[in-house]
């Protein structure tokens, strides 16, 4: 009996990552999005095409529930994609990259473009863990200390170390 | 088999409210939220105490899903409060309305402050329906047409008509 | 000699109204804005046509400055119209909304429709004075106490009000 | 005579940069606000400490106007810096960096930490020149094409190409 009664609250895993994606990215962020799921993690993502649409399509054939927070006000052009199970419409553009990383409690950026950087650098700003693989490569200004990403080179090793971290074997 | 792989996105139903609320109030979130759950809808609420709190209260006891869209950037003064499922932080403080109601499709407010009002006239403006017990009274401005909600005079004919509407015995 | 250097913060006085207005709210919005331009405060508003057009040019007009909170991301579909001097870009839809108001040391609401009742509802929650004239009639819920707007039946009556006001002849 | 009335539109620079600046980047910062007011431009910046500070001060010292697009709901922390003429409250938090950039004609990063990068991207996304000294180093993935930054090495450099393109001598 718990003292204080509620809902168990669900843990968030946010996917970066572009809308136009190679085949490997792909790839890997569908592995991401399925390795998420099967350990009871929530995937949120931007809601759109490419690596997006990868990462819920994996969580969703692996049981999982996709959550994805949209640019656009209603349904178009790819957001949501067919995998997000919860579609959160903001109508707020490139503001919503904010609202991504915020309700994280841990990011993973597979490649990215300049709308995955501003997404990665938010998740530093607001102390979310950062994990990346092919991705942006970041050097900050001289003299400035700041938090940085943890960099996978082999995607193999990524999605080990997620397995590791989400079923709590591994601190994030 | 279908033609268009993709999952089953989750109808949404936002409940509306304020944080500080009467115990008729609480008592009705509480029905609303667990007719919603019954049916299989997703609960959406601003995240916080009073109606919001009760709305996800009643879904979770229900067996639902609850989602709350967050004003602040991390926990704090009640947001989220313990029965939101999935915390979607924003930090966008008042600008959140917005997005609560570009999300639903349907919406139910219940008594409410002018936080509530404001996610009212949004709703309206998106087109999108809102049921009202015990909440404002709006009259346009003379001579403009606007959308207007549905107003139930009677906490029993809101559930009532939201359990026929939800389990499509009902069109909203 | 201040003690504390820094520049003079200009007063604001938000504009709100609906893009498509009356002959005769666009002559009292025109009026308001040129009444706040001449005694030096900054005309902001949502940036669009109609009541919005209608400040921002009789603001400069009397040689005042305009600055428009625009919803989209880019120019298009009248936003900003052409008396905008300052255009400011959100991309937020209308959750820039809540950005009009929380601005503006005096909100005027001239007509209306639904966007404007959430800028009304928004400016009354952060506690920002709004008056109002042949704009919507608001009944909060019963037993719930809320900041109402100032009701001007007479639009010679708002403006002169306005114009003791902001030359501080009478508080706000 | 034109055939469409309207105002002039300003032109507007924004200037990026952290709240914690050294003062080698607050001399530039300084110097790039005050460069930007003689040629008649507006600073935007996001109105706090630091960088932004610093710029803002440049600015209106050299008679030019100031907007700040805060991240608060309320003045506090430092936000509106005291050379703020025009304070936008957003109470959007981070959100409020993708405006920074959408309203901006050009954008100079004055070295920067995490929040910076965020915009410098953002401004990257949405097709706005972005000047940087002193700034991030940014890698885009391999085999990704993306806009860059104009990287300039020495200040005097900047602010020679600034005032040469704001007085339209050089395209930006």
């Known amino acids: 009996m718990s003292s204080r009664p509620g809902a168990k609250s669900l843990p968030i895993l946010a996917v970066l990552g572009a809308g136009d994606a190679s ?5 890997v962020a569908e592995q991401v999005g399925a390795t998420a ?12 095409p490419g690596v997006m649409e ?4 994996g969580a969703v054939e692996a049981g999982g529930l ?21 579609p959160v ?4 553009g490139s503001a919503r990259n904010a609202f991504n990383v915020l309700s994280a409690n841990l990011c993973v950026a597979v490649g990215g473009g300049t709308g995955t950087l501003s997404e990665i650098a938010l998740a530093l700003k607001n102390g979310t863990p950062v994990w990346c693989w ?4 970041l050097t900050p200004p001289r003299g400035r200390e700041t938090p940085t990403p943890r960099v996978f080179e082999e995607a ?3 999605i080990e170390a ?3 971290a989400l079923n709590h074997q591994q601190a994030i």
């Open 37 to 48: 799921a099967r350990a009871g993690w929530v995937v949120l993502t931007g809601g759109g």
């Open 134 to 137: 092919a991705s942006w490569s």
């Open 89 to 92: 419409f903001t109508g707020a």
């Open 54 to 57: 990868a990462a819920c399509r």
């Open 23 to 27: 085949d490997k990215e792909i790839l």
């Open 162 to 164: 997620l397995d590791a």
């Open 156 to 158: 193999d090793d990524l």
């Open 66 to 86: 996709t959550i994805g927070i949209l640019p656009n006000a209603k349904a178009g052009d790819g957001y949501p994609n067919p995998w997000v199970m919860i």
